[in-house]
């Protein structure tokens, strides 16, 4: 799949080369009238394919903006190369990339020439060529040939404002054009969710020419990224259902004693907020630890089995909840399981490509937003949880959480590991969805609990 939207031009690949025969038409002796005939010929001819050829499909730009250096990402229709690059790419394509690589590699790199503003050139590197599959033309599927390169400019240069001289394809296919989009600008905080569309690199028909495309990105700077991870971090808590689910799960009884074997009554004000502090502080630990040592690419492990791990630990705090499990080692727990967590936060810096200094930033600013959202959370849930833990009520509603909490794990599990969705998950993410509402009921039920309570403690 693309990574931005693709869009197509209705008509038929017309070369450069058939624009110079009809150019030379008045180099013949042919009279006016039917040079007029030709033409008009021409033009019926044309609007016809617009009207019943299958549209044809555009290259792709891509550009991953990072600080000293830009990665490019080229998504090049194979029929379309194919005319411009003269030989049979889409005689087995999937094969292409490793059977034509040295003729490829110097045709994509003779056809790209990033400059400065003051014209210096840049150094153009290519990493790597592969073939993908694309479903989304009208005419059916087709192939793509993915080119990936590395910009670097002349010291002291910008990679945020230079200027692209770029005709690969278009060099001799005049009605094929490029859609050029950053996916990722650190100083911007773009991080590739909604690329950006910055234009088209097309023929001007009318002066026969393909003009250069200027990369010009304001706006951006270490302060701005920064405080664009602190962003990107409260996002990926705040969307991520499972990282909050473990932690409220396993506070649901921290401020609850126990008897050994089941929870019993209210701790205290002093009691609960030690056991909170206790959990929330392990839990950060934890999770801080291998999102820098991850970050940092000391190691990594397979995303997979992370995230599988991550569901078994709310199940782990879920049965937790309903009977102590590991009283008095809560701590302990979240610091483990921290550590897992933290190998999933990893993964979003990894993927920016930044240098020390700037990746540097991205790790303080990404875990500072992930505190932020959770300390959030936990000040707005939890004294409802501890209003609640003095009332009979609170066994009902404990056990509950704890019961759908388990529920959403296993489900998650399965999914993880099959990577199929399931009928839980998918109740789970839509009931995530009215998290307001199921907080409202929280606290309504906190209160009106805790105004009509009981004097008799209530026993777990």
Known sequence: MRSITTQYIATIPVTITDF???????????SRRYVRLVLTMIFVGIFVVKTFAHPMPNSVVVLDIQPGKVFVELQLPMNELELAFGRDVNKNPQGVARRLEPELSNYILAHIRPVSRNGTLWTVLLDGLDVQQVQQSPSGPYHELIAKLTLVPPAGSSSRDFILNYDVILHQVATHFALVSVRQDWEAGIY???????????WDIRNNAIHPFKVSLAGGGPWNGFKQTVALGMHHIAEGTDHLL????????????????????????????????????????????????????????????????????????A?????????????????????????AFAGTLVNMQLDSFHLGLSILGFNLGIELMQLLVIMIVFPWLMLLSRTKIYTAVRVLGALLAGAAAIGWMFERITTRPNLITAVTESVASYALWILAALVVTALASFLARDKTPGIG
């Open 20 to 30: 110079k025969i009809g150019f030379m038409a008045n180099s013949f002796c042919i």
């Open 192 to 202: 590739g969710e909604k690329p950006i569309q910055l234009g088209v690199i097309e």
């Open 246 to 317: 473990f932690l409220l799960v396993l506070l649901l009884a921290a401020p609850l004693l126990s008897d050994g074997k089941l929870w019993s009554t209210y701790g205290g004000m002093r009691y609960s907020m030690i056991r909170l502090l206790k959990i929330v502080t392990a839990f950060t630990l934890g999770h801080s630890v291998t999102l820098v040592a991850g970050a940092l690419g000391w190691f990594s492990f397979p995303g997979q089995i992370v995230e599988v791990v991550i569901a078994f630990s709310i199940l782990i705090s």
């Open 319 to 343: 049965v937790h909840a309903l009977r102590p499990v590991f009283y008095g080692k809560e701590a302990f727990v979240a610091t483990v399981f921290g550590l897992v967590h933290g190998m």
